[in-house]
């Protein structure tokens, strides 16, 4: 019996794939953000019906819980040159390890060893590279006159996913209405459906709005390169939840009432903080939680998400959320009914009462 065969069905990376027409990747944001179309998935009977996103109002009830991360996105790729030779090169900041020391990814990372020296736009921003760090990102040191974040939202651009080819026109669009402190290199995708309007009908409804913090690293798109999901090595991303946070969460499950998620890093952030009965406490820290199918949810009910990539952690996430079956099924029917896929896409809500 060969290694493959011996993975059991819903372990291997190659149950998660499905076939995706590249014209159905969502290459630009749509004008109305509540716009877009929203698939519901009955959690239990795999049914499928067809909506658009501000449709969502008719599934949440009052004394629900819906979870956000307020994370904000920044400006986080900076185009310079090297400047013993005058190359280019392109520094990616991932996260900020202390004052002015990022650790980054790096291309082309040959031209980058410890030492080398880069700058940025009109040489207000220059970089020295300290280190090469596991995986082969560099710690970085930056110099700079004034505020770094002023600096950066002037010389950086918005470190859009690979599937997408183009520069986007308004930079807010990558970033949530409700995006409050900045540290993602990836935007929490399924919030970006959300308006300022549509929150208030939210919470017109009676429904409460918690908010998490979850920094998205670009681990969020690595691909899954191992046969069996357990020997998948997570990335790891910083999250905060504040003690209102844990307090509104805990009262809602009291009173009766569902936890729903906006994205899957909002799922990550409660799955880690919840102990085992579900109860939520203030805490802070680095989390590498890897979901997918044969994990015991603890306070997670209901689930809004967009349409993730083939063989990702992200589909093994909902799939354990939903089960694999529901799961590739209603993507094979979101293809049919050419529904957008990734980031810019469309959503689906899954529904813990069907």
């Known amino acids: 019996m060969s290694n ?43 049914e499928v019906s067809h909506h658009h996103f501000r449709d969502i109002l008719d599934y949440l009830r009052p004394g629900d819980c819906l979870v956000i991360n307020n994370t904000r996105v920044i ?53 020295t590279i300290l280190d090469v760090v596991e995986g082969g990102d560099r710690l970085v040191q930056f110099h700079y006159d004034g505020i770094f974040e002023e600096v950066l939202d002037r010389l950086g651009e918005m470190p859009l996913p690979p599937y997408i080819k183009h520069k986007l026109k308004d930079r807010d669009r990558y970033n949530t209405v409700y995006a ?47 046969d069996d999901v357990r020997e998948h090595e997570m990335h790891t991303e910083w999250y905060r939840v504040t003690q209102e946070t844990a307090d509104l969460i805990n009262q809602t499950k009291e009173n009766g009432g569902r936890i729903i998620a906006v994205g899957t890093t909002s799922v990550r952030t409660l799955e880690t903080v919840a102990d085992e009965n579900g109860h939520m406490k203030a805490q802070e820290g680095d989390t590498s939680i890897f979901i997918y199918p044969g994990y015991k949810w603890k306070v997670v009910d209901g689930l809004i998400t967009n349409f993730h990539l083939p063989e990702s952690t992200l589909i093994m996430l909902v799939s354990s959320f939903a089960g694999r079956e529901h799961v590739l099924a209603a993507y094979k029917e979101a293809v049919k009914e050419r529904y957008r896929f990734f980031s810019f896409g469309d959503a689906m809500y899954i529904n813990p009462d069907d």
């Open 180 to 226: 409050k402190f900045d540290g993602s290199a990836a935007a929490p995708t399924a919030g970006l459906h959300f308006t300022k309007e549509l929150l208030e009908e939210v919470k017109e409804k009676g429904v409460n709005i918690a908010q998490v913090t979850l920094h998205v690293g670009l681990g969020t798109f690595r691909p899954v390169k191992v």
């Open 75 to 127: 400006p986080a790729r900076l185009i310079g040159t090297k400047k013993e030779t005058g190359a280019h090169v392109e520094i990616l900041l991932l996260r900020r390890k202390k004052d002015d020391i990022w650790e980054t990814l790096v291309k082309p990372g040959k031209k980058l060893r410890p030492g080398a020296e880069v700058t940025f736009g009109d040489g207000s921003l220059t970089a």
């Open 4 to 46: 493959e065969e011996k993975v059991p069905v819903g372990l291997s990376t190659k149950d998660y794939y499905y076939d995706l027409p590249k014209e159905l990747i969502a290459q630009d944001p749509l004008e109305d953000r509540s716009s877009s179309r929203l698939m519901v998935l009955g959690k239990k009977s795999g």
